[in-house]
């Protein structure tokens, strides 16, 4: 029986056999592999993408809480579908950054086009896999705009997380199908039926509506696909009306310039069609469409309702607009909405290691910024690091990864300085309003920080946070938003065991390091998600850095009057470290307008200058140390401390 399979089996099926021979749980999908992967293809071996009409399309994203196995789900998808093969190795096969597979996150949205055979009718699935930590919330709308339904995932033995609540709003207001999916069933320790009843109650969905997977064995997962066909509209797309096309994506390529994703809305596009941007009224002539798959795959042309790459040449970043939309030279359309531009949460300085190496570093960044849109770039200087830039993130890890991007990728090592948050000031000074033509500025940085007497009040950027956690960890949850300046909104259980706390927050307590001391004093059983909220008054002061009675501007920041004191005891004993001892005494100082609140002291080197003196009167010695301390003051008045570079560095950087 063995030799009559072999002799008459193709060879993609004996493949997949070999290879499910050591990975068992994938054998049952080995024949519905093989009658899923048939794609038509044209006689140039280019997928015919004219046969499949609007109502053969389903475009859908997966959506989930950081590490709920999304990377996973669409790795089963992609081989039930015959897009990969099937084998042992395929983990993160969307996640294409090194940073990604590093982390274990996504951070990019990717997108993967695939074939599936329902009722006699091959189907065109376009999955789009989105990233779940909250600093990527702009990459997941993105997402969401070309999609017409989304797969909600939710582990198991995690249960709902807030990044969970935060995607399924998203969602919710794009008015997108949604289908919610229990993840990692085959755990010890999964609670369906917890996880179940959390989403029911907090997303009033029907028992009928649950798919209960197992993304990593393979369990029911062939089910999502008939479910997305099902449930999921098709998009509302006409191939009758002139190409239109939103631009939704892009990535750089260092050959051919802007690669940018883009869904069709209507019409078709072909190679050497002659296109337009709205935003920019510049023109291109497209050089090559096709679908990822999940790697590029050229075809002849894309049609209404798919979603595929498109390369016309686009050279800077001000060509490659997200959100723009894409028509035929000789077809003007009505643009689309397009999406709002992402509102910078932190804002953190980038300068070069050497000042040589500036221009390779705007080069690394202007590239960089086409792949991440959410970024925000202006030009900022400083006395002691020289050229570089201001950059504005969305949040604190967005950060981290946009800096190790453009090591890894671009080989560019910069210092990345602490972040800070804008705040604004209500002016009162008559002279300051007609200077600024408004009675209300944004502070980006200590050095444009009004004096108080022209100030009627400060104002500090609030976020609505929210945190889920396990009861027993409440009391130390409370003192830290406590501790942080935070104050009460909602107090909700979504089970037995588990609360949903609504906390607002100054963004500026939250920033550095409130994400980390959460996981730690719940053991890592806390998730948080955040969003902004707005602006109220606060005590905010300048707290300024002297060094022997001169301010130095580079080490000015902006802090809450009850914070100043703890800042700037840490700044001054961190400077006593790194500055090096001179001839004549050091004195550091934290303070707040002339009120100096913290002290370090770096003692003089000194010599001993009565080494000579083995006995004598005692007014002999004393006359050579005052002549000592004499010399000394001099020195001190004409002498300046020289900051090193590294001390700065060692102060400014996270």
Known sequence: MTMMWRSFACPLCQRIRLV???????????????????????????????????????????????????????????????????EASNKQVLDKLQVERERGITVKAQTASMFHQYQGKTYLLNLIDTPGHVDFNYEVSRSLAACQGVLLLVDANQGVQAQTVANFYLAFEAELAIIPVINKIDLKQADVESTEEQMRRLFDFKNKDFFKISAKLGINCSEILDAVIQR???????????????????????????????????????????????????????????????????TQELHAGQVGYLIAGMKSIQEARIGDTLHLSASPVEPLPGFKP???????????????????????????????????VAKDSSAALGLGFRLGFLGLLHMEVFNQRLEQEYNATAIATTPSVPCKARLSSEKLIKQYRTDEITIYSPAEFPERKDVAEYLEPIVMGTIITPDVHLNKIFSLCETKRGEQVDFTYIDTSRVLLKYKLPLNEIVVDFYDLLKSITSGYASFDYEDHSYEPAELVKLDILLNGQVINEL??????????????????KLKNVIPRQLYEVIIQAALGGKVIARE???????????????????RKMKLLKRQAEGKKRMKKIGNVDIPKDAFISVLKR
């Open 342 to 376: 992402a509102k910078p949460m932190v804002f953190g300085g980038i300068f070069p290691m050497d000042q040589s190496e500036y221009r390779d570093l705007k080069v690394a960044v202007d590239r960089l910024t086409l792949n991440d849109s959410s970024v925000t």
């Open 556 to 573: 000015s920041t902006i802090v809450h009057k009850d914070k100043a004191y703890s800042v700037g005891k840490s700044l001054a004993s």
């Open 20 to 86: 499910t021979h050591n990975v068992g749980y994938l054998a049952p999908f080995a024949s519905r592999r093989h009658a899923s992967s048939k794609s038509p293809e044209n006689h140039a071996g280019q997928i015919n993408m004219s046969q499949f009409p609007v109502e053969n399309i389903r475009n859908f994203s997966i959506i989930a809480h950081v590490d709920h196995g999304k990377s996973t789900l669409a790795d089963r998808l992609l081989e039930l579908t015959g897009t990969i093969s099937q």
């Open 232 to 298: 999921i509209p098709p998009p509302n797309s006409d191939h009758s009306k002139p190409w239109k096309a939103l631009l939704f994506d892009s990535t750089y390529n260092h050959f051919r310039g802007a690669v940018t994703n883009v869904a069709v809305i209507d019409g078709k596009v072909q190679q050497g069609d002659k296109i337009s941007s709205a935003h920019s009224n510049k023109s291109y002539e497209v050089q090559e469409v096709g679908i990822m798959s999940p790697d590029q795959q050229s």
């Open 601 to 619: 002291t770096i003692k003089a080197y000194k010599k001993n200058v009565l080494a000579k003196c083995y006995g004598g009167d005692i007014s």
